[in-house]
Nanobody, 124 residues
Framework: EVQLVESGGGLVQAGGSLRLSCAASGFSFDDYAIAWFRQAPGKEREAVACISVSDGGVIWPDSVKGRFTISSDNAKNTVSLQMNSLKPEDTAIYYC?????????????????WGQGTQVTVSS
């Protein structure tokens, strides 16, 4: 059974940093792409970053490029999202998700399993 558990969210001031972790079990990192999405109140869920065997680490929104980094620790079965220089507009619930395959799709509907999410709040 695939399980994803996010942690590391919280309240931080603008300009600060947070490191989110996704503890994964029930599948091999070699066979799945693992992504981070976020959803702000009243907005659609947005793809933020993904890591896979073929694509390596991918950061999608221009608004977070240069500030967010995705990495994986296969020995610990965790995927992390390092978020620096946080802005109030980064406030959202952040979700970890996985899909089978070696590439990173950006479409929400392509992901098969989701974690429960972790709240990130950035104050101005």
């Amino acid at each position: 059974e695939v399980q994803l558990v996010e942690s590391g969210g919280g309240l931080v001031q603008a300009g600060g940093s947070l490191r989110l972790s996704c503890a994964a079990s029930g599948f091999s990192f070699d066979d799945y792409a693992i992504a981070w999405f976020r959803q702000a109140p009243g907005k659609e869920r947005e793809a933020v970053a993904c890591i896979s065997v073929s694509d390596g680490g991918v950061i999608w929104p221009d608004s977070v490029k240069g500030r967010f980094t995705i990495s994986s620790d296969n020995a610990k079965n965790t995927v992390s999202l390092q978020m620096n220089s946080l802005k109030p507009e980064d406030t959202a619930i952040y979700y970890c998700a996985v899909t089978s395959g070696s590439m990173c799709p950006v479409v929400v509907g392509w992901y098969d399993y989701w974690g429960q999410g972790t709240q990130v709040t950035v104050s101005s």
